[in-house]
């Protein structure tokens, strides 16, 4: 055979490919067309044009105006088992956990259990535990493939741990580590420090979540001091374009309050005391966790509660002195009588 007819039998065969290619094409586009067209009809009833409702018990989807059952025996993509607390939704689980921004690999990397047991839960002999630490051990390793990936597993563990520490809940951890995340991808940390950056996208994330924690309570958690805490936050918020309110007093007094075990009552009165003195614009310029520290002292006194100031300065991590400087002035505008 010549070199001319294979050419031409080369260029039949991909005439012939690319036919069909596009005939598929167009087939799956008009079965996607035939689906959309499908799943709009049966929006409403086919008899009275009624909203359709879903019957879960039955595995029936009927017509909420005349009762007309427009399909039937559903599929139920849920489990086929029941679960009556979270151990037994565990064992019976057969799922992996969800992703996570607060892993470096997400949480879709495999791990090897720390329990020296086999399938059957029968323990393992002294020569497979040391090849089962082994295997712990390189896999720890290749978990981590590059200098970013090994950086963000630390700054992830610390925001973990600061967390944890300050009793913050699950969804700042994960607002601080998508900051976290963010600064890294931007090439922001040459300069500064791992634990610096983690701090400063820990403090953002509770003040954006509304549960904000003072600069000194971050300080005795953190391996990092006060200034280089600020200057990095400062940084952070700047570079990222994070727009973070200022921090509101009112956001301190029901965990300062919690801790203190004084009534909703005086917790009431110290959120009244602190919307009147934002009326008169006494806060401005001040520290909102002196404020409302001072604010649920000066709320336990009006409501008879034996709270002193020593507890409120080691709950707030305030000075006794700015205390008694800001809970008089909150006084004073009460007994002006400019609020209620």
Not at 45 to 73: F, K, M, N
Not at 147 to 172: C, F, H, T, W, Y
Not at 297 to 319: F, H, M
Not at 320 to 340: H, M, Q, S
């Amino acid at each position: 055979m010549s070199d001319t007819t294979i050419r031409e039998y080369v260029s039949t065969d991909r005439r012939r490919e690319s036919v069909d290619e596009t005939a598929t094409e167009q087939e799956t586009e008009t079965a996607t067309e035939q689906e959309t067209e499908t799943a709009g009809e049966q929006q409403v009833c086919p008899e009275c044009g009624g909203s359709l409702v879903s019957d879960e018990a039955r595995g029936e989807t009927v017509c909420g105006d005349c009762g007309l059952v427009v399909e039937e025996d559903a599929v139920d993509h849920g489990p086929e088992w029941r679960a009556f607390d979270s151990s037994e939704r565990d064992s019976k689980s057969r799922v992996g956990a969800p992703t996570t921004r607060m892993m470096h690999d997400k949480g879709l990397s495999t791990n090897i259990g720390w329990q020296n047991k086999d399938a059957y839960g029968n323990s393992l002999s002294a020569r497979q535990r040391e090849q089962m630490q082994r295997l712990r051990t390189w896999n720890e390793r290749f978990r981590t493939r590059n200098s970013k990936e090994r950086n963000l597993k630390q700054a992830l563990g610390e925001i973990d741990r600061m967390a944890s520490a300050l009793g913050l809940p699950e969804n700042v951890r994960e607002t601080a580590s998508v900051i976290y995340r963010r600064a890294l991808g931007d090439d922001l940390l040459p300069g500064r420090s791992i634990e610096g950056v983690a701090t400063a996208s820990l403090y953002a994330a509770a003040r954006q979540a509304g549960t904000p924690r003072s600069l000194d309570e971050l300080e005795t958690v953190s391996r990092v001091d006060k200034m280089e805490l600020t200057r990095t936050y400062r940084y952070i918020v700047r570079e990222l374009k994070l727009e973070i309110e200022p921090a509101d007093p009112e956001q301190y007094v029901p965990r300062f309050a919690s801790e203190l075990g004084i009534s909703d009552e005086a917790e009431r009165q110290a959120h009244t005391l602190l919307r009147g003195a934002k009326e008169v614009g006494i806060h401005s310029g001040k520290s909102p966790v002196g404020l409302a520290a001072a604010a649920v002292y000066a709320a336990a006194l009006l409501t008879n509660e034996k709270v002193t100031q020593s507890q409120v300065s080691e709950v707030a991590s305030i000075s006794e002195v700015t205390i008694r400087n800001r809970y008089k002035e909150l006084l004073e505008v009460d007994d002006a009588g400019l609020f209620a």
